[in-house]
């Protein structure tokens, strides 16, 4: 590698965000490095769902007829009180009149679309995997890596910058906040699962059912099978237990026996939804506590950045977490393009995005939009005839519009707003 200009971008983590700023670098004409620690990246996870803000940047970059393939579009999001009635549904993506649509997807192969993606364009090469970003020390006109291998070596790779998507465990945040307290949990464990089964309400619902302390998500994750009549469905169970002795574990591939929790959703059945069958039918079944950390004063350190859950892991109560991570490389690489592949690109990355993504984990941990749920309870104990005489539709219409806004997919400024990178747009890189 030469020095300076010459250099790639390293890239530590090739999850979604890691895998979308290398995408990004690479439309940019930027060279960039993926530097992941597993050896073979592989599908994880279960369901997300992508905010039409995020599909946007997805569809510029040039993967929007790959969507259909990993996952289903939205077009309704509901929360159900305990009793089984509606307290809101409003509609989502395209049916909501975004001009872009929302789409709930399969983690893993969103992840596994952005890496075989990555390899066709910029080469199996742009990605080392079994590279693990351990700290990184600067020189005068670049940053130096430290990286354990899978082989039990321990290199330095040279880069212009290092963008941090590393993730929760981040290294380079924990050396840019060497005191940082341990991830927050506030005693919300969740478990996951997917089962095929037969479509719920539109079959391209999402669904939230229950309260604050104990809820089940529900959506589907693909199309319905013309054959079989059944679509792959993600779900989430979740109990709040009390918090005072800790969790240990925050590892999204923990597997457990459905009998861990089922017992507290075994009457949760309705005439439209049978919660304790889909729960069985999943083949395996993870556990996860629900954890973020508290926000930071700073994500850049000279030529490093953190950007993702590196930067801002939240609560996934909004469904916007894979979202920012999207969004964020993708401001990352209009900053490059109006500042060069400089610090001052981060400082500008920084200046645009901390502030209001460190009031959204707030936001987040205080319940984000099922914040709704809790007022119903209040006022009627989770049980009703009509929910107009529980909470007035302005109310909640305009609690959600707030919510959309601090998350960056309220529908007029997106609709209305310009592309994130214009089409065809390269750094200079002199």
């Known amino acids: 590698m030469g020095s300076g200009p010459d250099l790639p971008v390293l890239i530590a983590g090739g999850g979604i965000a890691g895998l979308t700023m290398a995408l990004t670098c690479h439309q940019l ?3 960039a490095i993926v530097l992941e620690s597993v050896r073979t990246i592989a599908p994880l996870g279960v369901g997300i769902n992508l905010q039409p803000n995020a599909i946007r940047e997805l569809i510029d970059l040039g993967l929007g007829h790959e969507l259909d393939d990993i996952g289903i579009e939205a077009d309704e999001w509901a929360l159900v009180a305990r009793c089984g009635k509606d307290v809101w549904a409003e509609p989502r993506g395209r049916a909501a009149g975004y001009r872009w649509p929302q789409y709930s997807v399969h983690r893993g192969e969103l992840q596994m679309l952005l890496h075989r993606t990555l390899v066709e364009r910029a080469g199996p090469e742009a990605i080392l995997t079994g590279h693990r970003v351990v700290g990184y020390r600067h020189s005068s006109d670049s940053v130096v890596a430290h990286v354990d291998t899978r082989d039990g070596d321990e290199i330095e790779v040279t880069g212009r910058l290092l963008l941090a998507c590393d993730g929760l465990h981040s290294a380079a945040r924990a050396q840019m906040h060497p005191d940082q307290p341990d991830p927050q949990w506030g005693g919300q464990v969740l478990w996951r699962g997917a089962t095929l089964g037969p479509p719920v309400r539109s079959g391209a619902a999402f669904t939230l059912v ?3 302390d104990q809820r089940f998500v529900h959506y589907p994750i693909s199309s319905v099978d013309p054959a079989t009549g059944l679509q792959l469905q993600n779900w989430i169970a979740e109990l709040t237990v009390d918090p005072v002795d800790g969790f240990v574990a925050s590892d999204w591939n923990r597997e457990v026996d459905v009998e861990t929790f089922l017992p ?3 009457d949760w059945t309705f005439d439209w939804l049978d919660i304790p069958a889909l ?3 999943a083949p395996k079944v993870w556990e996860f506590p629900m954890v973020d950390r508290d926000p930071v004063e ?3 350190d000279q030529r490093v950045c953190l950007l993702g859950d590196a930067a801002h892991v939240m609560y996934p109560v909004g469904s916007n977490g894979a979202s920012q991570a999207i969004v964020d490389a993708r401001v990352m690489g209009a900053c490059f393009l109006k500042h060069g592949v400089q610090p001052d690109a981060l400082g500008a990355f920084e200046s645009a995005l901390l502030e209001p993504m460190s009031a959204l984990v707030l936001r987040n941990r205080g319940h984000g939009p099922i914040g709704i749920l809790g007022l ?3 006022r009627s104990g989770g049980d009703f005839d009509h929910i107009d005489d529980v909470i007035p539709r302005n109310e909640v219409e305009a609690f959600m519009a707030r919510y959309k806004a601090a998350a960056g997919f309220a529908i007029d400024s997106l609709n209305n707003a310009g592309p994130t990178i ?8 002199h």
């Not at 214009?422 to 890189?429: F, I, L, N």
Request: glycine content about 16%; aromatic content about 8%; cysteine-free.
């Open 29 to 31: 004409g930027v060279p």
């Open 210 to 212: 229950g309260t604050l």
């Open 264 to 266: 507290a959703f075994q």
């Open 279 to 281: 729960v069985r039918g």
């Open 298 to 300: 700073r994500w850049v």
């Open 376 to 378: 119903v309870d209040e």
């Open 422 to 429: 214009a089409p065809g747009a390269r750094v200079d890189q």
